[in-house]
């Protein structure tokens, strides 16, 4: 990616404190917190990323029920807000 535009952002000091310790943390630039925070808050993901988050929920074999049970189990039963 291209670094080529650039833009000031100003922080109140408790803020850009805890950022450049979780940038220390990381081993990475505030940034590139910034930038990745962006990304992930605005959808500004890349084809490739997305993909990638696809396969890695697929990977993880969760339990899933067909499409009926599911059905039930997302509706709630109308006698659980009867008195």
Do not use: N, W
């Amino acid at each position: 990616m291209a670094l080529t535009k650039k833009t000031i952002v100003l922080f109140p000091p408790e803020l850009h404190r805890r950022l450049t310790l979780i940038a220390a943390e990381r081993h990475t630039s505030m940034a590139d917190l910034v930038r990745r925070a962006c990304e992930r808050e605005y959808g500004c993901a890349t084809r490739e990323e997305k993909l990638a988050a696809v396969k890695r929920m697929t990977s993880l074999r969760l339990p899933i029920s067909d499409i009926e049970q599911m059905k039930r189990e997302s509706r709630p039963d109308p006698r659980d807000f009867a008195p």
